[in-house]
Protein backbone atom coordinates (compact mmCIF):
# COMPACT_ATOMS: atom_id res chain seq x y z
CA UNK A 1 0.00 0.00 0.00
CA UNK A 2 1.28 3.25 -0.80
CA UNK A 3 1.92 5.86 1.91
CA UNK A 4 0.76 9.22 2.22
CA UNK A 5 3.89 11.06 0.80
CA UNK A 6 3.40 9.23 -2.63
CA UNK A 7 0.22 9.27 -2.94
CA UNK A 8 -2.98 12.65 -2.45
CA UNK A 9 -6.15 12.11 -1.98
CA UNK A 10 -8.81 14.60 -1.07
CA UNK A 11 -10.52 14.46 2.48
CA UNK A 12 -11.13 16.01 6.26
CA UNK A 13 -8.05 15.19 8.75
CA UNK A 14 -9.00 16.13 12.18
CA UNK A 15 -5.77 16.91 13.90
CA UNK A 16 -5.25 17.64 17.64
CA UNK A 17 -3.07 20.72 17.55
CA UNK A 18 0.23 21.08 20.00
CA UNK A 19 0.64 24.28 22.32
CA UNK A 20 2.88 26.36 20.34
CA UNK A 21 2.42 25.87 16.84
CA UNK A 22 0.00 28.28 14.76
CA UNK A 23 -2.53 26.91 12.67
CA UNK A 24 -0.95 27.93 9.68
CA UNK A 25 2.13 26.03 10.92
CA UNK A 26 -0.30 22.86 10.81
CA UNK A 27 -1.50 23.38 7.83
CA UNK A 28 2.29 23.87 6.48
CA UNK A 29 3.26 20.20 8.10
CA UNK A 30 0.19 18.61 6.22
CA UNK A 31 1.19 20.52 3.10
CA UNK A 32 4.95 18.37 3.36
CA UNK A 33 2.84 15.23 4.66
CA UNK A 34 0.45 14.94 1.96
CA UNK A 35 2.96 15.86 -0.63
CA UNK A 36 0.32 18.74 -1.97
CA UNK A 37 -0.17 22.77 -1.52
CA UNK A 38 -3.60 22.61 -1.51
CA UNK A 39 -4.18 22.03 2.37
CA UNK A 40 -6.40 24.64 4.03
CA UNK A 41 -7.82 24.68 7.85
CA UNK A 42 -11.32 25.15 9.06
CA UNK A 43 -10.82 27.78 12.06
CA UNK A 44 -8.01 29.52 13.46
CA UNK A 45 -6.85 28.49 17.14
CA UNK A 46 -4.32 30.61 18.65
CA UNK A 47 -0.86 29.20 19.15
CA UNK A 48 -0.99 28.52 23.02
CA UNK A 49 -4.34 26.46 22.21
CA UNK A 50 -4.59 23.17 21.82
CA UNK A 51 -7.13 20.68 20.28
CA UNK A 52 -9.25 20.04 17.12
CA UNK A 53 -8.40 21.88 14.19
CA UNK A 54 -9.85 20.22 10.92
CA UNK A 55 -7.55 20.10 7.80
CA UNK A 56 -8.91 20.25 4.49
CA UNK A 57 -7.14 17.68 1.64
CA UNK A 58 -7.09 19.09 -2.16
CA UNK A 59 -10.98 18.88 -3.04
CA UNK A 60 -11.91 18.92 0.32
CA UNK A 61 -10.50 22.78 1.30
CA UNK A 62 -14.08 23.39 -0.66
CA UNK A 63 -15.83 22.14 2.49
CA UNK A 64 -13.97 24.64 4.68
CA UNK A 65 -16.35 27.43 4.56
CA UNK A 66 -19.03 25.06 6.44
CA UNK A 67 -15.88 24.23 9.07
CA UNK A 68 -15.96 27.24 9.99
CA UNK A 69 -19.81 27.77 10.56
CA UNK A 70 -20.01 24.77 12.75
CA UNK A 71 -20.67 25.35 16.83
CA UNK A 72 -17.32 24.97 19.01
CA UNK A 73 -17.04 23.17 22.21
CA UNK A 74 -14.17 24.45 24.26
CA UNK A 75 -12.58 23.73 27.84
CA UNK A 76 -10.90 26.90 29.23
CA UNK A 77 -8.66 27.95 32.62
CA UNK A 78 -9.32 32.13 33.38
CA UNK A 79 -7.20 33.41 35.82
CA UNK A 80 -8.88 36.49 37.85
CA UNK A 81 -6.76 39.04 39.21
CA UNK A 82 -4.73 39.68 36.20
CA UNK A 83 -5.56 41.61 32.85
CA UNK A 84 -3.63 41.35 29.85
CA UNK A 85 -3.46 43.41 26.35
CA UNK A 86 -3.88 39.73 24.77
CA UNK A 87 -6.66 39.04 27.04
CA UNK A 88 -4.61 36.19 27.27
CA UNK A 89 -1.43 33.98 29.03
CA UNK A 90 0.47 35.90 25.73
CA UNK A 91 0.36 39.03 26.29
CA UNK A 92 1.66 41.58 28.90
CA UNK A 93 0.10 41.79 31.97
CA UNK A 94 -1.53 45.40 32.41
CA UNK A 95 -3.35 45.03 35.65
CA UNK A 96 -3.50 43.23 38.68
CA UNK A 97 -5.75 42.87 41.74
CA UNK A 98 -6.50 40.80 44.82
CA UNK A 99 -8.73 38.42 43.76
CA UNK A 100 -8.36 36.98 46.90
CA UNK A 101 -11.51 38.74 48.32
CA UNK A 102 -14.01 36.69 45.72
CA UNK A 103 -14.05 34.01 47.98
CA UNK A 104 -15.14 35.97 51.11
CA UNK A 105 -18.86 36.48 52.57
CA UNK A 106 -19.81 39.42 49.98
CA UNK A 107 -18.55 37.89 46.89
CA UNK A 108 -18.60 33.85 47.17
CA UNK A 109 -18.24 31.00 44.26
CA UNK A 110 -21.36 32.11 43.50
CA UNK A 111 -20.83 35.29 41.83
CA UNK A 112 -17.86 33.78 39.60
CA UNK A 113 -20.77 31.44 38.33
CA UNK A 114 -23.06 33.89 37.82
CA UNK A 115 -20.69 36.11 35.87
CA UNK A 116 -20.49 33.61 33.20
CA UNK A 117 -24.29 33.15 33.29
CA UNK A 118 -24.88 36.32 32.39
CA UNK A 119 -22.70 35.17 28.95
CA UNK A 120 -25.27 32.29 28.29
CA UNK A 121 -27.45 32.88 25.41
CA UNK A 122 -27.59 35.55 22.36
CA UNK A 123 -25.21 38.22 23.41
CA UNK A 124 -22.99 41.01 21.75
CA UNK A 125 -19.09 40.16 22.63
CA UNK A 126 -16.57 42.75 21.83
CA UNK A 127 -13.58 40.46 19.89
CA UNK A 128 -10.16 40.59 21.66
CA UNK A 129 -8.19 43.68 20.11
CA UNK A 130 -5.20 41.31 19.38
CA UNK A 131 -7.23 39.06 16.79
CA UNK A 132 -7.51 38.13 12.82
CA UNK A 133 -10.03 40.53 12.76
CA UNK A 134 -9.26 43.17 9.60
CA UNK A 135 -9.53 47.06 10.35
CA UNK A 136 -9.40 48.69 7.13
CA UNK A 137 -7.88 45.88 5.60
CA UNK A 138 -5.27 45.66 8.41
CA UNK A 139 -5.43 42.89 10.72
CA UNK A 140 -6.68 43.96 14.72
CA UNK A 141 -3.46 42.32 16.03
CA UNK A 142 -0.90 43.97 13.46
CA UNK A 143 -2.58 47.55 14.58
CA UNK A 144 -2.43 46.56 18.01
CA UNK A 145 1.25 45.51 17.77
CA UNK A 146 2.26 48.21 15.77
CA UNK A 147 1.25 50.81 19.00
CA UNK A 148 -2.42 51.57 17.91
CA UNK A 149 -5.10 51.40 20.05
CA UNK A 150 -7.73 49.47 18.62
CA UNK A 151 -11.50 49.58 19.57
CA UNK A 152 -13.61 46.73 17.81
CA UNK A 153 -17.91 46.71 17.16
CA UNK A 154 -19.37 44.25 18.97
CA UNK A 155 -20.50 41.57 17.57
CA UNK A 156 -24.05 38.89 18.07
CA UNK A 157 -22.67 35.36 19.55
CA UNK A 158 -24.29 32.76 20.89
CA UNK A 159 -23.03 30.77 23.83
CA UNK A 160 -24.92 27.46 24.20
CA UNK A 161 -23.75 26.38 27.75
CA UNK A 162 -21.14 28.11 30.42
CA UNK A 163 -20.13 25.95 32.71
CA UNK A 164 -17.11 25.81 35.65
CA UNK A 165 -15.74 22.73 35.93
CA UNK A 166 -13.68 24.15 39.26
CA UNK A 167 -12.50 26.98 40.77
CA UNK A 168 -8.90 26.71 42.14
CA UNK A 169 -7.41 29.64 44.61
CA UNK A 170 -3.88 31.01 44.06
CA UNK A 171 -2.15 33.32 45.99
CA UNK A 172 -3.91 36.60 44.89
CA UNK A 173 -5.53 34.80 42.47
CA UNK A 174 -7.97 32.46 41.06
CA UNK A 175 -7.98 30.28 38.26
CA UNK A 176 -11.38 28.62 37.11
CA UNK A 177 -11.26 25.76 34.95
CA UNK A 178 -14.62 26.08 32.52
CA UNK A 179 -16.81 24.13 29.48
CA UNK A 180 -17.85 26.46 27.01
CA UNK A 181 -20.40 25.36 24.11
CA UNK A 182 -20.71 28.62 21.58
CA UNK A 183 -21.36 29.51 18.00
CA UNK A 184 -18.57 30.22 15.54
CA UNK A 185 -17.28 33.94 15.95
CA UNK A 186 -17.13 33.65 19.57
CA UNK A 187 -13.65 34.64 21.33
CA UNK A 188 -13.68 32.97 24.87
CA UNK A 189 -10.66 34.92 25.24
CA UNK A 190 -13.50 37.91 25.13
CA UNK A 191 -15.24 35.83 27.68
CA UNK A 192 -11.98 35.37 30.65
CA UNK A 193 -11.73 39.65 29.80
CA UNK A 194 -15.70 39.90 30.50
CA UNK A 195 -15.79 37.89 33.33
CA UNK A 196 -12.64 39.30 35.42
CA UNK A 197 -13.95 43.00 34.00
CA UNK A 198 -17.52 42.16 36.05
CA UNK A 199 -16.22 41.02 39.22
CA UNK A 200 -13.79 43.87 39.39
CA UNK A 201 -10.65 42.30 39.36
CA UNK A 202 -9.92 41.58 36.44
CA UNK A 203 -9.34 38.44 33.41
CA UNK A 204 -7.32 36.72 30.60
CA UNK A 205 -7.43 33.27 29.64
CA UNK A 206 -4.07 30.97 30.68
CA UNK A 207 -5.32 27.81 28.56
CA UNK A 208 -7.70 27.11 26.05
CA UNK A 209 -8.73 23.40 24.61
CA UNK A 210 -11.14 23.15 21.56
CA UNK A 211 -12.76 19.81 21.96
CA UNK A 212 -15.58 19.48 19.23
CA UNK A 213 -15.90 21.51 15.75
CA UNK A 214 -19.55 20.53 15.05
CA UNK A 215 -19.64 16.87 15.09
CA UNK A 216 -15.37 16.16 14.91
CA UNK A 217 -14.11 15.40 18.15
CA UNK A 218 -10.97 15.27 20.28
CA UNK A 219 -11.27 11.84 20.52
CA UNK A 220 -10.81 10.83 16.65
CA UNK A 221 -7.82 13.58 15.96
CA UNK A 222 -4.65 12.65 15.31
CA UNK A 223 -1.03 14.28 16.36
CA UNK A 224 1.06 15.35 13.29
CA UNK A 225 3.39 12.56 14.19
CA UNK A 226 0.44 10.09 13.57
CA UNK A 227 -0.62 11.52 10.77
CA UNK A 228 2.35 11.23 9.14
CA UNK A 229 2.54 7.79 9.83
CA UNK A 230 -0.49 6.68 8.44
CA UNK A 231 -0.52 4.53 5.31
CA UNK A 232 -3.79 5.46 4.16
CA UNK A 233 -3.78 9.19 2.72
CA UNK A 234 -6.89 10.63 4.19
CA UNK A 235 -9.06 9.32 7.45
CA UNK A 236 -12.17 10.87 6.15
CA UNK A 237 -12.66 10.66 2.40
CA UNK A 238 -15.11 13.38 0.61
CA UNK A 239 -18.49 11.40 1.11
CA UNK A 240 -17.89 11.01 5.03
CA UNK A 241 -16.89 14.47 5.19
CA UNK A 242 -19.68 15.97 3.65
CA UNK A 243 -21.87 13.53 5.67
CA UNK A 244 -20.83 14.46 8.73
CA UNK A 245 -20.98 18.39 7.93
CA UNK A 246 -24.54 18.86 6.03
CA UNK A 247 -27.93 16.97 5.29
CA UNK A 248 -28.06 14.97 1.89
CA UNK A 249 -29.60 14.40 -0.56
CA UNK A 250 -29.03 11.11 -3.14
CA UNK A 251 -29.84 10.81 -7.22
CA UNK A 252 -29.70 9.02 -10.01
CA UNK A 253 -26.65 8.97 -12.45
CA UNK A 254 -28.50 11.10 -14.75
CA UNK A 255 -28.71 13.52 -12.36
CA UNK A 256 -25.44 13.25 -10.46
CA UNK A 257 -23.87 13.33 -14.42
CA UNK A 258 -25.89 16.93 -14.81
CA UNK A 259 -24.98 18.58 -11.06
CA UNK A 260 -21.38 17.52 -11.50
CA UNK A 261 -21.13 19.81 -15.16
CA UNK A 262 -22.89 22.76 -12.64
CA UNK A 263 -26.48 22.07 -13.99
CA UNK A 264 -29.43 21.89 -11.37
CA UNK A 265 -31.75 19.97 -10.45
CA UNK A 266 -35.54 19.70 -9.74
CA UNK A 267 -35.73 21.13 -5.62
CA UNK A 268 -36.56 18.64 -2.92
CA UNK A 269 -37.83 21.17 -0.41
CA UNK A 270 -34.57 21.14 1.63
CA UNK A 271 -33.66 24.36 3.84
CA UNK A 272 -30.23 25.70 3.76
CA UNK A 273 -27.23 23.81 1.80
CA UNK A 274 -27.53 19.96 1.58
CA UNK A 275 -24.80 17.74 0.25
CA UNK A 276 -25.31 15.29 -2.47
CA UNK A 277 -24.61 12.03 -3.23
CA UNK A 278 -24.74 9.52 -6.54
CA UNK A 279 -25.98 6.30 -6.75
CA UNK A 280 -22.32 4.54 -5.24
CA UNK A 281 -22.38 6.88 -2.24
CA UNK A 282 -19.90 9.56 -4.26
CA UNK A 283 -20.58 12.91 -3.44
CA UNK A 284 -21.36 15.46 -6.10
CA UNK A 285 -21.98 18.94 -5.00
CA UNK A 286 -23.41 21.09 -2.40
CA UNK A 287 -26.48 22.80 -3.44
CA UNK A 288 -28.80 25.21 -2.37
CA UNK A 289 -32.26 25.33 -3.41
CA UNK A 290 -33.57 29.02 -4.82
CA UNK A 291 -35.37 30.48 -7.57
CA UNK A 292 -37.40 27.06 -8.05
CA UNK A 293 -34.19 24.84 -8.36
CA UNK A 294 -31.64 23.17 -6.99
CA UNK A 295 -28.70 24.52 -7.58
CA UNK A 296 -24.67 24.14 -6.59
CA UNK A 297 -23.02 25.82 -4.53
CA UNK A 298 -19.89 23.95 -5.38
CA UNK A 299 -19.19 21.22 -7.50
CA UNK A 300 -17.04 18.31 -5.36
CA UNK A 301 -16.26 15.92 -8.51
CA UNK A 302 -13.38 15.63 -10.21
CA UNK A 303 -13.01 17.84 -12.97
Given at each position: ??????????????????????????VARVRRIAG???????????????????????????L?????????????????GQSTVTDDAEGEVVATADASRLTGATLPDASIQSG???????????????SAIKVKGVRSYARVRGGEQVELAARR???????????IRVTGAIDVEIDVRCSSGTYVRAIARDLGAALGVGGHLTALRRESVGSFTAGEALTIEALAGLTEPVPLSMAEAAGRLLPGRVVTADEARVLGHGGSLAP???????????????????????AGRARPETVLTPA
Open positions: MASWSTVTRSGLVVIDKPAGLTSHDVTRKVGHGGTLDPMATGVLVVGVERATRLTYVVGCDKRYTARIRLLMAMVGEIDQVPSAVVTVHHLAVIRIQGMPGPYAVFGPGGEVIAVVVER
